[in-house]
């Protein structure tokens, strides 16, 4: 069992950027693959970026790619997302997800992940 708290969300700018950061409690978060998802009302959850165990691998959305990174510190059992270069469409409550799963394996669907937190909102203004 794991428990995600995100926090880092918040008001900022168009082209500004944010940092969002994602503990994890109860089991070392290094057992866990770990993703980022995004929602906003009305649609579905959408997958933004994933990082293997150890940190060697990424994945990333089209919509985020050279704009967003995704890192780990196992040592902190924290998960980042830094986000640059923020557009509007980038608005959404933030979800980081954990994933007990093999070494190398990354997971982009969130049908995948056994853990959630609660979210940070994220509001990009024009």
């Known amino acids: 069992q794991v428990q995600l708290v995100e926090s880092g969300g918040g008001l900022v700018q168009a082209g500004g950027s944010l940092r969002l950061s994602c503990v994890a409690s109860?089991?070392?978060?290094?057992?866990?693959?770990m993703g980022w998802f995004r929602q906003v009302p009305g649609k579905e959850r959408a997958f933004v970026a994933a990082?293997?165990?150890?940190?060697?691998?990424?994945y990333y959305a089209d919509s985020v790619k050279g704009r967003f990174t995704i890192s780990r510190d196992n040592g902190k059992n924290t998960v980042y997302l830094q986000m640059n270069s923020l557009k509007p469409e980038d608005t959404a409550l933030y979800y980081c997800?954990?994933?007990?799963?093999?070494?190398?394996?990354?997971?982009?669907?969130?049908?995948?992940?056994?853990?959630w937190g609660q979210g940070t909102q994220v509001t990009v203004s024009a």
């Open positions: 990082i293997t165990r150890g940190g060697g691998s990424t």
């Open positions: 997800a954990a994933k007990r799963g093999s070494t190398t394996a990354i997971y982009y669907r969130d049908l995948d992940y056994d853990y």
């Open positions: 109860g089991r070392t978060s290094s057992s866990y693959a």
